[in-house]
């Protein structure tokens, strides 16, 4: 398989994603409306700097026509939008004032001499040719000899700060490319444009960086090749999924929308489901009633003088033990106390191994490889149930 940023960033954003997409290549017609405006933008910009290549500069009205066709000619019915606020015309809106806000900044396009528009680029990870990687590059440009900038046109809704872009592996993987495509390249910058904040962003990646950025990337392709479970990772980026209706942890949503209220109604898993939400309030309420009834016999007991209650069947002892309460793994005068016990030597006549946190670390991974095997043998392969009801907005809601 050959490898690109999107698809290694899709297995750490979720593997079984990643599965659904690389794997099982399941057809998807979804497009979020931000991708579709997007790559709108992108063609526009395309057409702009194609243009250029032939010494025309096309001036603005012309390219926002096109960018109202192109937007007509590629809608699709299966265009998402997940912020229910806003309607095509906003994204529309919002594209066309990318393409004007950058068209103004750098008008006459004199900055850098091009060199590619999205230029595609293959790149292998090892000497071997074993790991390979491609992506398109969505500008590359020559500010001056022996010199490269690697652009890229972002139209996502947050500005990046700029530790994160100098963390940021995309264009570091094309810096790989480039490297090794024209050797003699004495600096190579890393450029983002952030349309929507009329924004250009720059960094610099150094060998040392780079190579860093290889091994850990050839672990990864590694870790992927190797895996035989895909979990599904739920996180914000969830909304924008085209594969929620595979997904486990939101086919159920998409099974039951089209029932009518009656199948909906006596449809299986909603009914278990109903009857334990129900079950878990009475439940929630038995608690509170049962604190109260054990203040209220404390309070008898204690005018009675009593530590016994008999009835017919049973006996009810009631008794106070004194107790000292001390903080909280996150409460303030923990690591005071903690402190004192391991500098009085007492620390291991106290403490104990949270097997919890344990499974949590091993899951998580990180952990050397021998020592997590090594550990696994001592334990026992086990999984247990847990269900928990969370509340929900409305039955159509993504979230
Ligand atoms: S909906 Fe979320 S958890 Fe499910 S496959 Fe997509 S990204 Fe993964």
Not at 103 to 122: A, C, D, M, W
Not at 219 to 242: M, V, Y
Not at 265 to 273: F, R, T, V
């Amino acid at each position: 398989m050959i490898y690109s940023h999107s698809r290694l960033d899709s297995y750490r954003q979720c593997p079984l994603k990643f599965k659904f997409r690389y794997i099982d290549m399941l057809p998807s017609e979804l497009e979020g409306i931000e991708a579709f405006m997007g790559s709108r933008v992108h063609e526009v910009l395309q057409k702009l700097y194609t243009d250029l290549r032939f010494c025309k500069t096309a001036s603005l009205e012309p390219l926002i026509e096109l960018y109202q066709q192109l937007w007509e000619k590629a809608w699709h019915e299966n265009v998402r939008i997940v912020k229910e606020e806003l309607a095509p015309e906003d994204y529309f809106a919002l594209g066309k004032r990318c393409i004007e806000d950058y068209y103004h900044r750098y008008k006459p396009f004199n900055q850098s001499r091009t060199l590619g528009i999205e230029h595609p680029v293959q790149f292998s990870l090892d000497p071997e040719g074993k790991y390979v990687m491609k992506g398109f590059i969505d500008r590359l440009s020559q500010p001056k000899d022996h010199v490269i900038w690697i652009h890229d046109y972002k139209t996502k809704g947050f500005l990046p700060t700029q530790t994160e872009l100098d963390e940021d592996r995309q264009l570091a993987y094309y810096q790989m490319a480039i490297s090794q495509l024209w050797p003699e390249t004495k600096e190579v910058e890393l450029v983002w444009h952030f349309l929507i904040f009329d924004q250009e962003i720059h960094s610099r990646r150094s060998p040392e960086e780079l190579e860093t950025l290889r091994e850990e990337t050839i672990a990864l392709i590694r870790e992927i090749e190797s895996a035989t479970d895909f979990p599904a990772k739920q996180s914000g980026l969830c909304n924008w999924c085209e594969y929620q209706q595979h997904c486990p942890l939101f086919k159920h949503l998409y099974d039951t929308a089209s029932l009518s209220e009656n199948e909906y109604l006596g449809e299986e898993g909603i009914g278990l489901a109903e009857k334990l939400i129900t079950l878990q309030s009475k439940e929630e309420l038995l608690k509170a009633e049962i604190a109260k009834l054990k203040a209220a016999l404390w309070d008898y007991a204690q005018k009675k003088g009593i530590e016994v209650v008999f009835t017919k069947n049973h006996k009810v002892r009631i008794k106070v033990y004194d107790n000292i309460r001390f903080p909280g793994r996150n409460d303030p005068g923990r690591s005071a106390l903690e402190n004192l016990i391991r500098e009085k030597g007492k620390w291991e006549e106290v403490s104990y191994l949270d097997v919890f946190a344990l499974s949590k670390v091993l899951q998580a991974g990180g952990w050397d490889a021998e020592l997590v095997e090594k550990i696994k043998q001592l334990g026992t392969p086990d999984s247990s149930l847990w269900i928990k009801a969370f509340p929900r907005n409305t039955r159509g809601a993504w979230k």
